[in-house]
């Protein structure tokens, strides 16, 4: 309930997720649940406190992120950066590592330091080029650094690609949880399937029996969304 409700209602999401831990309270995914409703409602304390039993119960530095944020929230940005590096990067998934560098570079920001907020999303994802999930909340988070660095132009630039990035991801939503894509021209997939939305594509239904929509879901999973942001600029423009 509390999943469905976050966007909507957080308020009500994190009554129902409080409920829950008073029954389930040594169960992970409640107190995790517990913390994101928190953090959603700007409890950053109980976010961190829930944050640090969800870790101790599951091992799990998924959320991370979520931890050097909360620290941010409570007014100890130094804190939040100690969290950040006490961990090993590589051991995180690419989307973590991103969300990690954002908040990291907000807290570099909170100290008064953009030219090391900077330097924290300096990182491979962050490649204008292509748009993956993580792409516009990437771009924007630079964007809104090169503006406090007073990199009007950059910061301007930046910004458009986060919105390119959002709008590619748009057009390609629906295509990757298909089991068969009709091409009208030459759909050209890079060995990391990424997608290149120049080419012309129609999405057909699927009428193949749920267990071949349950392997499509498993193989979206299992991939990051990506596809090629300035193919999908090009083919706007080309429509206009």
């Known amino acids: ?4 409700l976050i966007d909507d209602d957080p308020a009500l999401a994190h009554q129902h997720a409080l409920a829950a831990s008073r029954s389930a309270g040594r169960v992970g995914v409640v107190r995790e649940t517990v913390a994101i409703t928190a953090y959603a409602v700007g409890d950053f304390a109980l976010a961190l406190r829930e944050l640090r039993t969800h870790r101790r119960i599951t091992g799990s530095d998924e959320q991370l992120p979520l931890i050097v944020d909360s620290e941010r929230g409570v007014g100890r940005p130094d804190r939040a950066l100690e969290e950040g590096r006490a961990v ?6 690419v989307p973590v590592r991103v969300q990690l560098a954002i908040a990291m570079s907000g807290a570099r920001l909170d100290l008064g330091q953009p030219d090391r907020a900077l330097q924290e999303l ?3 994802e962050a490649d204008p080029d292509r748009a993956f999930e993580w792409s516009p909340a990437l771009f924007s988070a630079r964007a809104a650094v090169l503006e406090e660095l007073g990199r009007e132009s950059e910061a301007a630039e930046w910004e458009r690609r986060a919105d390119i990035a959002a709008e ?21 997939i890079d060995d990391d399937g990424a997608v290149d939305v120049a ?6 239904e699927d009428e193949a029996s749920d267990s071949v929509d349950d392997r499509a879901e498993e193989s979206v999973d299992a991939e990051p969304d990506v596809v090629d942001a300035e193919s999908s600029e090009g083919r706007k423009e080309g429509e206009r």
């Not at 309930?1 to 469905?4: D, E, L, Q």
Request: net charge negative; proline share 5%.
């Open 122 to 124: 300096e990182i491979p």
């Open 88 to 93: 090993d990067r590589s051991t995180l998934s």
């Open 1 to 4: 309930m509390a999943a469905r």
């Open 168 to 188: 590619a991801l748009d057009a390609a939503a629906g295509i990757a949880d298909r089991e068969v894509i009709v091409v009208e021209e030459i759909d050209l």
């Open 199 to 204: 080419s012309g594509f129609i999405p057909v």
